[in-house]
Structures are given as structure tokens and as C-alpha cells.
């Protein structure tokens, strides 16, 4: 909204609302009823983020596998009173959660990311155990998601449209672009730039890149990113 108001009027093409939300119905039909029973997650939202089931269920499976590490750090950090910690590590739960959907979950991660800047022991002392709570409550759908288990649905999570292949100049950018949000510790650009990437179709190798830079991210894991990016 903010670019268009600097765009020259013919270059703006206005989206259709009506299109995208008939879109996200017909993935929502798609979805597995475990996953529509799950409680924690508003679908519409998961689907807005993530534009497929296929990538939803992608996405899911990253930050499920995640849970245990990062919630163990997420104590250890609040027990450590290593507050700088604390609050990336929350930041970067807050990005992956609202890409799935889980809007509770996230908001409740930037309300303890910005205790943990102004180190408001009593908030984070109140909240953090709600949060690690709400956040391993998630570890219910590991079994929904492991790769035996997604095989024999997939089948009903094939994507509604067919992708274009990723343009050369535009991975190539979207790396780079990666490579110096690395050196800068910026995670939300990154997980901007991955998730324009989910527009395209990706190689295996890219997908396989995109999705360990995916996770080492929602861990805060950034000597793993930096040698993904061989940077």
C-alpha cells in the first residue's frame, strides 16, 4: 500500500481480492482434518503466509522439529538472565509462528521480546512459562508429520497452481540479499526473502537450501547459516 502511493499509476496493478480469497478456500478444503482440529493455528492466516498446503505442511514440519531446542534455550536464556539472547531468540519464534499461523503464540513472543529489551523480570518471570507452554503444545502434531506420515496424504496436498520456475537473477539476488542480512543479524529480512522465494519453483538443491537456512533461522543458528551461504 505504502509503494503504491510512490508508483506511477500504470505500473500499479491492484490485486484481486476476490481471487486470492477463493484461493485460500479451496486450499483450506484441502487440509488434513488432524490439522483442522488443532487449536492453535488460524488456517486462514497459515495459508495467507504460506500461499499452499504443500508449503504450510513444509513450513509446520520446520518449526515443529525445532521445538525442542529453542524452547530449552528460551529457559536456559531467561534462567541465564542473558537478555540479548532471550530477546533474538523470542524474535525469531515470533516470525516463525506468525508464518504459520499461530498469531497467539507470536504475539505473546513479541510482547516477551520486548520485555526482554526493556528487562522486565515480573512480565517475563508471569509470561514465559504461558509461553513455552503454548509453544510445546505444537510438539502434538510431530507425529502428523513425520515424512511416512505426509507421503500417504499427499495426494490431497498437491498445489492448486503450478509454479513458475525461479528466474536465475532473482535467486541469485535473493541469496545475496540473504548473505548480508546474515553479517547484519537481520532473521526478519531473511525470512522475508525466503518467503518471496515460495512464489517459485525451486530445484531440490534450492528447496534443500532454502529450507536448512529455514531452520537453522528459527533456531537463531548463525554459524550454521553462514556456512550454508559459505559466507
Known amino acids: 500500500e505504502i509503494l503504491a502511493q510512490y508508483l506511477p499509476e500504470k505500473e500499479v496493478v491492484e490485486k484481486h481480492h476476490e481471487k486470492e480469497e477463493e484461493k485460500i478456500t479451496n486450499e483450506l478444503e484441502t487440509l ?29 514440519t520446520i518449526f515443529v522439529s525445532s521445538i525442542d531446542i529453542k524452547s530449552s534455550d528460551i529457559n536456559k536464556y531467561a534462567e541465564n538472565e542473558d537478555w540479548e539472547a532471550y530477546t533474538s ?18 504475539d505473546l513472543a513479541a510482547e516477551l521480546e520486548e520485555a526482554g529489551k526493556r528487562k522486565d523480570l515480573v512480565m517475563i518471570a508471569e509470561q514465559n512459562p504461558k509461553l513455552l507452554s503454548d509453544y510445546n503444545a505444537f510438539s502434538s502434531l510431530k507425529e502428523h508429520l513425520k515424512p511416512s506420515s505426509l507421503e500417504q496424504q499427499s495426494p490431497n496436498f498437491a498445489p492448486t497452481d503450478v509454479l513458475l520456475e525461479v528466474p536465475e537473477a532473482i ?29 517459485y519453483h525451486l530445484s531440490d538443491t534450492d528447496k534443500d537450501k532454502t529450507m536448512a537456512i529455514r531452520k537453522a533461522l528459527s533456531e537463531s543458528d548463525w554459524e550454521s547459516m553462514r556456512a550454508i551461504m559459505c559466507i
Open 89 to 106: 531468540c523470542v524474535h525469531s519464534l515470533q516470525g516463525m509462528a506468525r508464518l504459520i499461523g499461530a498469531n497467539d503464540l507470536a
Open 32 to 60: 488434513p482434518d488432524w490439522l483442522k482440529n488443532f487449536h492453535g493455528l488460524d488456517l486462514h492466516s497459515s495459508i495467507e503466509h504460506c500461499d499452499t498446503v504443500h508449503d504450510l505442511l513444509e513450513t509446520l
Open 171 to 199: 535467486l541469485t539476488d535473493a541469496y545475496n540479499a540473504i548473505s548480508d542480512f546474515i553479517s547484519c543479524y537481520d532473521s526478519e529480512s531473511i525470512s522475508m526473502v525466503l518467503d518471496s522465494l515460495m512464489e
